[in-house]
DNA sequence: GTCTATAACACGATAGAC
DNA sequence: GTCTATCGTGTTATAGAC
């Protein structure tokens, strides 16, 4: 994806980076051009297209980072509480802290987002170690929790959980209200709702949904990674 | 949102959109470029734009096109059948099969809906028009039904199923298997599952759910027309 | 007022020399 | 790994023809 690593070349990639995102935040995304990156870095327009062959890739370079940083808070997160609503709440308020000051950026990789075989989608094969990690920390989550969901539906419920993420980051993305309050009342509401429909899973009479369920996450799961025949 | 309708004009503007449309289909969207299709038409780059503001406009015309049809079409849908999963399948598959032969073009205006701020974007205040018109035909679909839902979520319901409609959509859009089958198998799924919930909701312990289930509702179509304050 | 043409701009991206 | 030079394209400015 990247060029090989040696020292000069990661150092001048993070300061490119680094330099981007000032910029990104004082004029947004759009006003921000790579000329402009390239001459705050005392760099030559060519030269910072040999670190990131697009403008995009530095957005997706800064998502990797976040979800390293989200690693390693997400210790805290289990420790603080057994319950599952109070620590994936906990899990999603954090990924918003951390992009709070970029929130735009996440709409630039939104945008990507909806063509799975762009390689900078959040569904694309080239982002599924991205995408295993944020999964990853769900399950870390889920483990040892209080959560009550049906034996079939459980090892995919981390997988279902994530693509509610992805919704609740769309929202975020596109709340106007001050300090994206309804983002919050969103996540309290739709937390519960998640809470009581899982517990309703266990239920005899919801065998059937629960096939369902765990067919249509295989189906969504099976779009992204492997490259496939088109028509 | 377009200049006055006088004769002449809207003949220009059907002939570009449908040379346009042609040359979608034979190089793609992004390989089209709009010298090429002012040149095809016998214009100058400059009366194309008169007419499309931007590239992007062209697909929000071709896919408000298709809306007028659809509307057309729907009393052949009611009348088939009361069935509540047939007619939103039928509906549903419908749309596929207008859109069939541009379904790159449908990726297109996914990429402006992130940005519900966007004038292109399906939940913008500019397209309200069009998203209420999608809205009505599945209302008119779930009238006279045999479709089982509890009191409170019923007058929401049309709206929740648009929100489905467009997930349904997205993955569609990326679907590679042959004509798409596993859209179908999707759309099967979904639709048993979505009925069995319906269905559930009218059960007493699940008051709760329906509340929350509502009020979210409330808040995802809050965020879409007004625009508000930002931060 | 409605429509069209010409020219130019800005920016993302690339080619090729060093 | 960095440079300079250049391209292609979406979009805009502007002037004027019907």
């Given amino acids: 994806m990247t060029p090989k690593v040696t020292k000069k070349s990661e150092a001048t990639r993070a300061h490119i980076l680094q330099t981007a995102l000032g910029l990104f935040q004082e004029h947004g995304f759009e006003k921000t051009t790579m000329r402009m990156i390239a001459l705050a870095c005392d760099l030559s327009l060519g030269a910072a297209y040999y670190h990131f062959k697009t403008k995009e890739e530095l957005v997706l370079q800064f ?4 979800g ?5 808070h997400n210790g805290t997160i289990t420790a603080a509480s057994r319950d599952f609503k109070t620590r994936l709440k906990a899990l999603l308020q954090f990924k918003f802290t951390q992009m ?3 929130r735009e950026l996440a709409s630039v990789l939104a945008r990507q ?8 989608s959040p569904f694309s094969a080239e982002t599924r170690p991205m995408r ?5 920390l769900i399950e870390e989550v889920l483990e040892g929790s209080n959560v009550k969901v049906s034996a079939p539906l459980r090892p995919h419920l981390a997988k279902m959980l994530w ?7 769309l929202f975020w993305m596109n709340d106007p209200s001050p300090e994206q309050r309804r983002t919050e009342e969103l996540l309290d509401l739709s937390l519960a709702l998640l809470h009581r ?3 309703a899973s ?7 949904v629960n096939q369902s369920a765990v067919r249509i996450v295989e189906l969504v799961e099976g779009l992204a990674p492997t490259g496939e025949e088109e028509t």
């Fill in 63 to 66: 998502y990797a980072e976040t």
């Fill in 68 to 72: 390293a940083e989200a690693r390693s």
């Fill in 100 to 102: 709070a000051p970029f």
């Fill in 113 to 120: 987002a909806t063509d799975w075989r762009n390689p900078l």
């Fill in 132 to 136: 295993d990690e944020a999964i990853g």
């Fill in 163 to 169: 693509l509610y993420q992805m919704g609740v980051i």
């Fill in 197 to 199: 429909l899982l517990q």
């Fill in 202 to 208: 266990t239920l005899p009479f919801m065998r059937g």
